[in-house]
């Protein structure tokens, strides 16, 4: 909603075990980027953009924030 | 088998009431149903009747806001080309007639389908609910960009 760039897809993983395959996914929320960089865990806001810029290839070029509290999920 | 406890419906309708207030469009990809049969993949689509009775219960819980329409890709193969939407079911939420850019590809029911409703209600306002820096940070993508998260409903 906040880019027109942007489409996002929630996919039931169990449904579709040959995608799950596909992008090795063993824990959930798994995000993948184009389908081509992932991430794994449920991460705060500026962590979870900064993730999704640098999978889809954008240069980051400020400082990372300092964002120590990142859970990961894995079940 | 009734999916949806009469409960459900109700509280539904009631939140909708006081939290949608711009029109949902609501596009559910289907193949036909083969029920519980399991079929080899890629054949039938043993959730779709599942998922059609999660979008019909949207729709009315809020039938003067949300529309839904009912794509079956086995006859509609180019809509689905056009749209880019190639496993069912999937249900897209849009605010426009452009294709929906928020999609649930598989049922989305346990902790999935408060995510469904949460989207439906975030189109409806118009309300992100991002800081401005995601705002700020988002614009830079200038390609499409795909975000595919894989969920589970427990």
Redesign the interface.
């Known amino acids: ?3 027109a ?12 075990p ?3 395959n596909h ?1 090795r ?1 063993r824990g ?8 081509r960089a992932a991430f794994v865990g449920a991460l705060p ?2 962590d979870f ?2 993730a ?2 640098e999978g ?1 290839g ?1 240069n ?1 070029d400020e400082e990372p924030g300092p964002h120590q509290d990142v859970p990961t999920s894995s ?1 | 088998m009734a999916l949806i406890p009469d409960e459900t419906r109700q509280q539904l309708k009631e939140r909708f009431q006081t939290r949608l207030s711009g029109p949902v469009r609501l596009t559910l990809y289907t193949k036909p149903g083969s029920s519980r049969l399991v079929l080899p993949s890629g054949l039938g689509c043993p959730t779709c009747d599942d998922a059609r009775q999660i979008a019909e219960l949207i729709r009315d819980s809020a039938p003067d806001k949300v529309t839904l329409e009912i794509v079956d890709i086995s006859q509609d193969g180019a809509r689905a080309e056009i749209d880019e939407v190639f496993e069912v079911p999937t249900m897209a939420i849009a605010a426009d007639t452009n294709p929906g850019r928020i999609r649930f590809q598989g049922l989305p029911t346990g902790s999935e389908f408060p995510a469904l409703i949460d989207a439906v209600e975030r189109v409806s306002s118009g309300d992100h609910g991002l800081k401005p820096e995601t705002v700020t940070a988002l614009a830079k993508l200038t390609e499409p960009t795909e975000v595919m998260v894989f969920a589970t409903p427990t």
């Open positions: 909603m906040a880019s760039q942007v489409r996002a897809l929630c996919v039931e993983a169990n449904e579709f040959e995608l799950s992008f996914v959930v929320p798994h995000t993948v980027i184009n389908r806001e500026p953009v900064a999704t810029l889809a954008v980051v079940r």
